[in-house]
């Protein structure tokens, strides 16, 4: 989101809050986390910018926890795992341990280009592979950044609200 | 009759017993003492059972056991519960010696003197003399001390433990002797009977002066601050079955001992004394309870945990004397009812505690819960028992501990209001200090229990750790069993205990407490249905685990790891420890702890902004030893250095002081003569 379109929304809202249309149901076909999804945010070695969009879509403007998601502190108090950034060698052990540690039913939704298929990082001496790669995804988001409504709209497919 | 002839036969096969111990064979010697004290006990419990049954003392005379004085025995109501007591903890704690005798019980030494420590142990409850009386407490004191060192060979901290254990106890049988003496000086007469009848017309002075040095005396014993510190340097060191019993057992006869001058032989007291008394136990409940919370090692744990529970029997007897004093018979006795049962409850449960303790160091060699861990999975049955009796220490319905604290609490808040000013200020704040003991022993045994029970194995020796012998087992299971029954059914007990209280305060009329199934305090709103409470518990345990069944989702449950923030490297060494779980209780209390912490970092020698390794020590040692007892050490070892000067070892030196000294008495003779 570009500085301008920022000050755009802000100039535009009396509410602070983006008003977003209704929820595409066809996203997902579990119907098991519908109306709650609690989230543990990997990052599996992003540039950080899907983590500023993140962000933003949990902070005033976008506000996804009107949505029923939520970011909490454990895989174990999770629903889901939010992993961006191409899996590093670092990250590949503790984004399979934090998956394999959420409590099933559960999502893993691949936030950004480089969790779907590394990006600009493709072939990176420090890269594994890509997020499906290790562990199975359930949602994948592209963009790079994606765009916060583009998130949003992601997890009210799985949350349907 | 037959009831006195069953005390001396008691004493006769204990006495045998420690016969048997010192000349059977090795092979023999520990299961033969066993039966032997066994049936000491059985003979010693008939005759606590009858006199509480029938209310008539037993008294038993004799001039020619011991020159001079002769011996007199009275076993009344009030000591007839203390024997029962000391049974209960002697039994169980003899059946677990034959398991654990190779491990320092099967010496001929030991095989000799520790039946000797129960018979003593029995006995002081019966004494009905000054001069008998000491012979037991002294015969008690110096079986226990021996028991301390059967280890002394292997560990220098058993033999420093001992001579910790040998002058408190000692400081404490000389501030006895003195009261009595005094007592006795002022009777014409050196039997209870006597003292009881002339101790009440004494001039107040030296009454406040008996009961102060038996406070010290008695409270040295039973462990009350600031004369704990034996407690958790001895208990650690002797084998498990004697320090089941030194805990269980022997510390509640320090509170026999206060019960018996302050109640018994002097008939109460002014305010004031009793204020002394229930601060005293405010004191050792808070520091015992802050100790337990904070200790690693298991059996130092279980000690300082005995200075809190006997800081809450002295807060009751405090109380009951409070309320004698102030003309509140029915709340006297209620506080009083509550001390006998807190001391039941803590025997069974220290007791159990203790012994499991024993089966901890026995399967891994080791009592520092740093180094334990996962035992539940590989000591089922000991690692069970110990929870409950942790279950029970902690006061949770429907096991014993809360009883006990359910009517110390009932005394404590229905005399809120005596409408004496210093009850007033004092009862409040014991209910305070009640409740944060509570609080205190359930982070203590919370730490026993979490840390060295579940989790995964922190050493070899723990992942190596196999069940201990069934008599083992079966011994905790006894004293565990005690608990549930005195937690579903205290009412079993209250009838004697209500007639050991009617003889320590004869004036008494109504009873306290409702006998039946449920509890009832006479005359007070206090209702408790232990039955009923059991009852619903179970129903609901019941209910939630079948319901849970019934609902449940997934039939299998997925095993994976335990969480670790996913590092690719997770041992069992970065489990929560001991340690760290005391440190928030340790940071709070830290003006009371005062624990020294000592942070050490090596830096690599090219650069300091790279660490080569650090280390960290934490150590909470007893700050009453290291600031009232250490100063005190200093002094006497500095009096000891002075007075080498008199004796350098120079003969000529030694016949001049013969000289002078004749020289003296001749000039002395002279002058006066």
Known sequence: MSLSELGRVLWRSRRVTEPLGSVDASTSGSRDLVGSLQLRHVDAGSCNGCEIEIASVFGPVYDAERFGTRLVASPRHADGVLVTGPVTRNMAVPLIKTVEATPQPRVVIAVGDCAHDCGVFRGGYGVVGSVSDLVPVDVSIPGCPPHPTAIIEALRGITRR | ?673
Request: proline share 5%; aromatic share 6%.
């Open chain 2, 1 to 673: 009759m037959t009831a006195g002839v069953l005390v001396v036969v008691g004493a006769l096969l204990g006495l045998g017993a420690a016969t048997a111990g010192a000349s059977l064979p090795r092979g023999l010697r520990v299961p033969a003492a066993a039966a032997l004290i066994w049936a000491a006990c059985g003979c010693e419990a008939a005759a606590a059972v009858h006199v509480l049954a029938t209310g008539r003392p037993i008294v038993l005379r004799s001039t020619e056991l011991l020159p001079l004085t002769g011996v007199t025995l009275v076993l009344n109501t009030l000591g007839g519960v203390f024997v029962l007591l000391v049974v209960m903890v002697a039994v169980p704690a003899v059946l677990y010696g034959i398991g654990y005798a190779r491990h320092g019980l099967d010496t001929r030494t030991a095989a000799c003197v520790f039946p000797l420590f129960i018979t003593a142990l029995f006995l002081v409850p019966t004494a009905g003399s000054v001069a008998t009386f000491m012979v037991l407490w002294e015969l008690m004191a110096l079986t226990s001390l021996l028991l301390v060192l059967v280890d002394h060979g292997r560990s220098e901290a058993s033999r420093s433990a001992a001579t910790w254990y040998a002058v408190l106890t000692h400081v404490g049988a000389a501030a006895i002797l003195i009261g009595f003496l005094i007592l006795a000086a002022h009777s014409g007469g050196q039997t209870f009977a006597a003292i009881a009848v002339h101790a009440r017309h004494l001039a107040s002075g030296v009454r406040a002066l008996v009961f102060m040095l038996a406070l010290v005396g008695f409270g040295s014993k039973a462990g009350a601050v600031p004369f704990h510190v034996w407690l958790p340097k001895a208990h650690p060191e002797a084998p498990s079955p004697v320090s089941a019993l030194m805990s269980g057992a022997m510390v509640a006869l320090g509170v026999y001992g206060i019960v018996l001058v302050g109640d018994d032989l002097l008939g109460g007291g002014p305010v004031w004394w009793w204020l002394v008394v229930l601060v005293l136990g405010g004191a050792s409940a808070l520091f015992g309870s802050l100790h337990a919370a904070s200790s690693t090692d298991l059996k130092r744990l279980l000690a300082y945990s005995t200075t809190d529970n006997i800081g809450l029997v002295l807060l009751a007897v405090g109380a009951a004397g409070l309320f004698d004093a102030t003309r509140h018979p029915l709340l006297a006795a209620l506080s009083l009812v509550s001390a006998l049962v807190l001391l039941f409850n803590h025997a069974a449960f220290k007791g159990a505690l203790f012994l499991s303790a024993g089966s901890v160091q026995a399967a891994t060699g080791s009592r520092d819960l740093d180094r334990l861990g996962g035992l539940l999975r590989r000591m089922p049955q000991t690692g069970a028992l110990f929870l409950v009796a942790s279950a029970a220490i902690c006061a949770l319905p429907p096991l014993n501990g809360f009883i006990g604290e359910w009517l110390l609490f009932q005394s404590l808040l229905h005399g809120a209001a005596i409408g004496s000013t210093a009850g007033d200020i004092a009862i409040p704040l014991a209910v305070a200090a009640l409740a944060l003991t509570a609080g205190l022993s359930v982070v203590a045994f919370v730490k026993a229990v979490g840390i060295g029970f579940l989790g995964r194995p922190r050493s070899a020796s723990a992942d190596e750790a196999t069940e201990v012998p069934g008599t083992m087992r079966v011994a905790v299971g006894l004293l565990v069993a005690v608990c549930v029954v005195l937690g579903v059914a205290p009412t079993l007990i209250f009838p004697a205990v209500e007639r050991a209280v009617r003889t320590a305060l004869p004036g008494l009329r109504t009873p306290v407490l409702a006998h039946g199934v449920d509890l009832q305090v006479v005359g007070l709103r206090g209702m408790l249905a232990p039955a009923a409470l059991a009852g619903s518990l179970a129903i609901a345990v019941v209910g939630v685990m079948v319901l849970r069944r019934a609902l449940s989702r997934q039939p299998t449950p997925r095993v994976v790891e335990a969480w670790g923030c996913g590092r690719q490297l997770q041992t069992a060494r970065m489990q929560y420890t001991a340690t760290s779980f005391a440190e928030p209780v340790q940071r709070v209390f830290d003006d009371v702890l005062r624990p020294v912490q000592d942070l050490d970092v090596t830096h690599v020698a090219e650069s300091r902004y790279v660490i080569e390794s650090v280390t960290f020590a934490n150590t909470v040692d007893d700050a009453i030893e290291r600031g009232l007892y250490a100063p005190v050490i200093r002094v006497v070892r500095h009096w000891g250095q002075l007075s080498r000067r008199l004796q350098p070892g120079s003969v000529h030196r030694y016949l001049a002081y013969g000289l002078g000294a004749l020289v003296i008495v001749l000039v002395a003779v002279a002058v006066m003569g």
